[in-house]
């Protein structure tokens, strides 16, 4: 079992920027990926990050260029830039881990989420 835990959600306006991070405990397994989805109103849950322990990036058309995912200085931490910040980024940031299984496909895990609140 893998926890995870986020951090740095809030209220910002339109244009401004927050810096999201999300640490997981130790697992003796390999960690595949981690990266964020975003749960926005009445919307189903998408990928927005993520980046692969090989240090692969993705991002979402949506979030390109203004959202940057790096990791820390410890390997158990990401962190999500973000940038000139809108409206529809709105929602609630979920920072997962995909970790390898000794049998089966890979896990992946899911923090409680933090809220990304923008106001015009």
């Known amino acids: 079992q893998v926890q995870l835990e986020e951090s740095g959600g809030g209220l910002v306006q339109a244009g401004g920027s927050l810096t999201l991070s999300c640490t997981r405990s130790?697992?003796?397994?390999?960690?595949?990926?981690m990266g964020w989805y975003l749960q926005a109103p009445g919307k189903q849950r998408e990928l927005v990050a993520s980046i692969s322990n090989d240090d692969v990036v993705y991002y979402s058309e949506s979030v390109k260029g203004r959202f940057t995912i790096s990791r820390g200085s410890a390997i158990t931490t990401i962190f999500l830039q973000m940038n000139n910040l809108r409206r529809a980024d709105e929602g609630v940031y979920f920072c997962f881990a995909t970790v390898d299984a000794i049998w089966g496909p890979p896990n992946t895990y899911w923090g409680q989420g933090t809220q990304v609140t923008v106001s015009s």
């Open positions: 130790q697992t003796r397994y390999a960690v595949v990926s």
